[in-house]
Nanobody, 124 residues
Framework: QVQLVESGGGSVQSGGSLRLSCAAS????????MGWFRQAPGKEREGVAV???????RYADSVKGRFTISQDNAEHTLYLQMNSLKPEDTAMYYC??????????????????WGRGTQVTVSS
């Protein structure tokens, strides 16, 4: 099974930018749809963005136009570029891998491999 490690979180002011990375190892040569999720204190984990093995992307309405998901297959790394950050973007951000051959979309229930998360804090 693939192992995932996130990095790039931090504290920024409203309107700032961050780029999250997710390094994959283990079964990283297999093709998976990959997603970014986030969880704020007291709230459920929610899908932020997903990228399929074909390169198709999908975003939560709350981040459309501000966040961009991408991947470097040669480096086995997933990215999330976050621009125009808002205080409501504050959360722990997780990357996740979808089982091969399955379309998981933004549903957290279908992903079967998760990183430990990286904290993003946006101050007003």
């Amino acid at each position: 099974q693939v192992q995932l490690v996130e990095s790039g979180g931090g504290s920024v002011q409203s309107g700032g930018s961050l780029r999250l990375s997710c390094a994959a190892s283990g079964d990283s040569d297999s093709a998976y749809d990959m997603g970014w999720f986030r969880q704020a204190p007291g709230k459920e984990r929610e899908g932020v963005a997903v990228i399929t093995t074909d390169g198709d992307t999908r975003y939560a309405d709350s981040v459309k136009g501000r966040f961009t998901i991408s991947q470097d297959n040669a480096e086995h790394t997933l990215y999330l570029q976050m621009n125009s950050l808002k205080p409501e973007d504050t959360a722990m951000y997780y990357c996740a891998a979808c089982p091969s051959g399955v379309y998981c979309g933004l549903s957290k229930y279908l992903y079967n491999a998760w990183g430990r998360g990286t904290q993003v804090t946006v101050s007003s």
